[in-house]
Every structure is written in structure tokens, then in C-alpha cells.
């Protein structure tokens, strides 16, 4: 994992394991992302991945063996809630949201740690974790942008954008909890798609929280499948 320290992937067919080091379950763990993602594949990265001594994951989508929910169990892990992978596949879906209040701004690489603090204000979560995902050399990646919004010079919310190929993945998507409900975070998402989508990806594409579905949905996404999700004990 170029830019994250001491992290790494380990591709397999049908499978992608990988660690962040950030403790944060979602953040290291096993994706399985095809049909034929093998058992035995997927358990010796798991194996991998829970000898690091992190909180990790197990997600995998629709039509993988069942067998990898067993795995999960035998493993101790508990199941959590389906996590919706979400996409927009045409740039005429993208409405263009009127917030005149809200200044939008691309960070720089060596402003990582204001993207790193405001998503971790807005997911209630240790500055530690973002600190540790989306350092300089990160966001000095080809493709990688931080975002962040403004009212009245005052940072209140943030996001963050990779673009790989054709597609455009949507990440940390986070408003301050005073702000909340005025549209920012939206706004946030739809910058960073649209810039994506203006540098030749064809589509985007997000994995969403409850909180944000209906968000996500008013912006022209929608559901392609629901993936299963266990976390380590």
C-alpha cells in the first residue's frame, strides 16, 4: 500500500486481502469480490491479515460460496450489518447541487492532516485512524484528492476521491455534527465525482453507511449489491 507505512495487499483469484495498520475493522481485512474466491484462498489471507494483530473484516458480495460466512463464524467473527456498494454510471444523473454558501477546496498533500481531522470529527472516530490512511504520500498519488468545504473560512466538512482506470471511488465523506442536514456532505460528493468524471472516468462508485444512503440515492446513485460483512471479535 503505496504511501500508507507498513501497509500491504495480497491479490488472489477472486479476492484482495490487505492492511492499512490503522485500527479500524473496515480498514484491514479480506474482500471477496468474485465467485470463484476460493475457500482455502480466502483463509490462508485471513490468516495473514489476523497475524498483524488488527481489528479486520470479511466482506464479500452476492454469489460467493456461502462457504466464507462458515469461515467467518469458525473464526469467531460477527456478522454486521450488509453494506450497500453503490454507483453512478452516467454523468447526466449528477444534478448540480446549489450551495453558494459552501467554498470547496482541493487540499494539497501537506495539508492531509486538516482532511484527516475533520473525518475524524465527523465520524466520531480517532484522529489516529485517518492520520495514519491519508498521509502526504498518499494524497501525493496519481488520482488521489482531498476535499473540503467552507463557510465563512471555517472547514466543516471533507472527502476524499481516487481515481483508478474508468472509475472514481468515493471515500470519508464527513460534516462536523453542527453542521449536519444542510446539504454539505452532498455537495462534498458531488464535486468529487464530477472532477473525476471530468478526467475521463466513466463511472462512480461508493460503499455507504445507513446514515448516508438516502444522500447517495438523491445524487443519482444506486445500489448494485449488498455485500456481507463480519468483523473480528
Known sequence: MVGVPAG??????????????????????????REDAGRDAVFDLLER???TGMPH???????????LGALAEERGM??????PLMALTRKAELPRLDQEDLVIEVLEPRQSLVHAELAAA?????????????TPAVMERPGVHAYIGKIDGEAVATGAAVCLENHVGLFNVATLP???RRGYGAAITERAVRDGLDRGARWAWLQSSTAGYGV???LGFRTQQSWECWISA
Open 8 to 33: 500491504w495487499t495480497q491479490r488472489v483469484p477472486g479476492a484482495v486481502g490487505g492492511v492499512t495498520r490503522v485500527p479500524v475493522p473496515t480498514l484491514n481485512g479480506v474482500w471477496a469480490y
Open 49 to 51: 491479515v489476523a497475524g
Open 57 to 67: 473484516c470479511l466482506q464479500f458480495a452476492p454469489g460467493c460460496t456461502g462457504e
Open 78 to 83: 460477527r456478522r454486521e450489518a450488509d453494506i
Open 122 to 134: 465527523g465520524f466520531n472516530a480517532p484522529v489516529d485512524a485517518f492520520v495514519g490512511l491519508m
Open 178 to 180: 453542527a453542521h449536519r
Open 216 to 218: 447517495y440515492e438523491k
